[in-house]
């Protein structure tokens, strides 16, 4: 996380930020993440306070932009039925309950039902407080059951399973 947080602030030097806006929470909830990637988030938040008649970066505009980088962008446009919503609320939930109650399970950051170019329905974002490079055997089986239990959320409310759950497996 710290060498996250200090290439932000290499990438931070020449964007105005606003009070408040704090690359430490960008770095906490972006494991994994590559440099380039990092600073795309805060390009992408300086587009954000542009777009919106502001000249400092908010901490509003580094989460959006966080969430742009790691899912896409939102399809607003994307029309979907009340049921439809219903079923993508459960499969998310079944991921987030099972992950809170897991022990050793990263925590759940987000939950969202709009949808996103990179063609998810919704998501639930977790972050890890550390990096992780290895991954033994109960965390593999940790994260299986974390994926698994959006189409068992399906399963017990609707008595069916849908597509949605055709990425996470």
Known sequence: MKGRQEILQVHARKKKMAPGADLKRVADSTPGASGAELANILNEAALTAVRE???????ADLEKATEFVIAGSEKKSMVISPEEKRII?????????????????A????????????????FTMQADEEE???????DLIRELEILTAGRAAEDMMFGTCTSGASNDI
């Open 53 to 59: 008649g502001r000249d400092r970066i908010t901490q």
């Open 89 to 105: 609320a459960y499969h998310e939930i079944g991921h987030a309950l099972v992950a809170a109650k897991q022990k050793g399970s």
């Open 107 to 122: 925590p759940v950051r987000k939950i969202t039902i709009i949808p996103r170019t990179s063609g998810a329905l919704g």
């Open 132 to 138: 992780k490079f290895l991954m033994k055997r109960e």
